[in-house]
């Protein structure tokens, strides 16, 4: 049982560039959450999902784009990086909303250049 | 949501018992007390929940005074790989969505 999975661990981009982040977990949970942590901070929710085929936005949402086409996977995109975005990106599932324990991937590490 | 106030960093040296407490003092009668633990370079785990009165299990307990207005999270003798940041969040066990917000945590520091 993986839980939650996330590929690429590591990434560097140049400015301007784009990537997606996947996000896969095999829990069969309803709810999958993108967080962004920077240095020495908490984690900011930037988008959620509460179900396949629905997303909404979190609380620093600009500049990425989600997508949760299967239940299993939840994308994040990055249309154009900018070096504000460099960060480590956390990708969780829960089974029903907030409160429950989440389930927390390893996270990916994201160096905009 | 209610906001919580956790001390940003504590220090303990192994084997002792460290409690960290979370103030929470608009919590509503029907949130939650959710402690989670972060490694370096690791997502959050989530370590004990509860309601009121005490909770414990096989890494933790969880005190929570009569009136909700804050709770302690008692780590027992603690070894080195408890070094980690300790987050308190509060939210309802209610159906429908409702974000886990994290605040900066507490920075527990165990040493030899």
């Known amino acids: 049982n993986a839980g939650v999975t996330q590929t690429p661990k590591f990434r560097v981009l140049k400015t301007g560039q784009s990537m997606t982040l996947l996000c896969a977990q095999d829990m069969n949970h309803e709810y999958m959450y993108w967080y962004r942590q920077d240095p020495g901070m908490g984690l900011r929710l930037i988008h959620y999902?509460?179900?396949?085929?629905?997303?909404a936005k979190g609380e620093v949402p600009d500049g990425y784009n989600v997508s949760r086409l299967k239940k299993q996977n939840f994308l994040l995109g990055l249309e154009s990086a900018a070096p504000s975005q460099t960060s480590v990106y956390f990708c969780a599932s829960s089974e029903q909303g907030a409160a429950y324990g989440y389930t927390f991937g390893s996270g990916t590490r994201l160096t905009v250049v | 949501l209610a906001k919580t106030t956790q001390p940003i960093s504590m220090d303990s040296y192994e084997g002792q018992e460290v409690n960290i407490t979370c103030s929470h003092n608009n919590i509503a009668t029907n949130d939650y007390i959710t402690w989670y633990q972060q490694f370096p370079s690791q997502g959050p785990r989530f370590i004990i929940q509860g309601y009121k009165t005490k909770v414990t299990n096989e890494v933790a307990s969880l005190f929570i005074p009569a009136d909700r207005k804050s709770s302690t999270l008692s780590l027992p003798r603690v070894s080195l790989s408890d070094t980690a940041v300790y987050y308190c969040l509060v939210g309802t066990l209610n159906t429908g969505f409702q974000k886990l917000v994290f605040g900066t945590g507490t920075r527990l520091l165990v040493s030899p």
């Open positions: 999902s509460v179900g396949e085929g629905t997303t």
